[in-house]
């Protein structure tokens, strides 16, 4: 399985466009092969700080998420709407039993 995590900080007054748009992506994203899992969440602390979660099946269903012409410009787009450069962390994960 592959996680991928990553962080946005939104400029204050692109916080609604920034939230909008990562509804929609994570929305659309959920609909691809190879998708377990992809969510957007807000730090209580900081609600202008916004986390993803993803879950892919392999590699190259991740990539293949990232081909997608949607994917390329929320990417773009949301590097716009940030006052910093926005991480992403991909991690290769076995589950483990309890």
Do not use: K, N, Q, Y
């Not at 962080?7 to 007054?13: K, Q």
């Not at 929609?24 to 807000?42: D, I, K, N």
């Not at 293949?64 to 929320?74: C, D, E, G, M, Q």
């Amino acid at each position: 399985m592959i996680i991928v995590t990553g962080t946005v900080l939104a400029r204050v007054d692109r916080l609604e466009e920034a939230l909008s748009l990562s509804l929609e992506h994570v929305r659309r994203s959920r609909t691809e092969p190879g998708c377990l899992s992809h969510a957007v969440s807000r730090d209580a602390e900081d609600p202008l700080h916004l986390t993803f979660l993803e879950e892919w099946v392999d590699r190259d269903a991740l990539t293949a998420h990232f081909a997608v012409p949607a994917s390329r410009s929320f990417a773009r787009a949301m590097t716009a709407l940030a006052s910093e450069t926005p991480t992403v962390r991909i991690f290769d994960a076995d589950p483990v039993s309890l």
